[in-house]
């Protein structure tokens, strides 16, 4: 099915809000509000990352997928789900989204340069190790794009519950991996801070990571979950 102009400004305006949401939250924590550091504010901010997220999948779903996440729409493309051209709409409307939001957290909270404007990046918990920081990365991708696959490709999930299911796996992904390398589970959530603050060290852990886990799990549910599975009968009683 191909797409069109209202699917690439509902992944711009999507990507926008979960970027800036999940980025300003971190400033908001504990830049405003003066927790000592992201590691003891990240409840805080894994809700407030998962909610908009949530949000978004409801207002914009039905419009776009509400990707809003290059690893998703790499593994949709991978997998025959959307077509190359609108890929690449996607990819562009998602980066220039993370892009705009990095810039207006800037604006809005100045103060923000003290987090990094709320980069997510590899935490002495983890030793500071990128290659453990792709690991957690990908996982959390994983199952996050396990929810999306679920309620994009599938008929298992509820429409009602599509945002729900969603939302909160990003919260379950971010309060586990927050203290560890930020939770992004999304390139375009680590691009838009670093855009800001012009440091891009890490940057590829947050592409690298997300976009291995996303495509796992995509090709995971299809081939080995649903492929040639065998229809459940209900026993006579």
């Not at 190359?84 to 220039?96: F, H, K, N, R, T």
């Not at 290659?131 to 009602?160: D, H």
Request: glycine share 12%; charged share 10%.
């Amino acid at each position: 099915m191909k797409m069109g102009r209202q699917a690439y400004v509902a992944e711009f305006i999507g990507t926008f809000a979960v970027v800036f949401f999940g980025s300003a939250s971190v400033t908001i924590f504990t830049v405003v509000l003066g927790l000592s550091s992201p590691t003891s504010s990240f409840l805080g901010i894994a809700f407030a990352y998962g909610l908009i997220l949530m949000i978004m999948v409801y207002a914009i779903g039905g419009i776009s997928g509400c990707h809003v996440n290059p690893a998703i729409t790499i593994t949709a493309v991978a997998l025959r789900k959307l077509e190359i051209d609108d890929g690449i709409a996607y990819l562009v409307a998602q980066v220039l989204g993370a892009t705009f939001a990095g810039w207006a957290n800037a604006l809005i909270l100045p103060s923000g340069r003290l987090v990094d404007f709320g980069a997510p990046a590899p935490s002495t918990a983890i030793g500071q190790n990128s290659a453990a920081a792709v690991l957690v990365e990908g996982i959390i991708t994983f199952f996050l794009m396990f929810s999306v696959y679920a309620v994009l490709y599938t008929e298992k999930v509820p429409a009602g519950a599509s945002g729900l299911l969603i939302g909160m796996t990003l919260v379950a992904d971010t309060l586990i991996a927050g203290p560890l390398t930020g939770g992004a589970a999304n390139p375009a959530r680590a691009l838009g801070p670093d855009i800001v603050t012009g440091s891009y060290q890490t940057l590829w852990v947050y592409w690298i990571g997300p976009i291995m886990g996303a495509l796992i799990a995509g090709f995971v549910y299809q081939y080995l979950l649903l492929e040639g599975r065998p229809k459940i009968s209900r026993r006579e009683s």
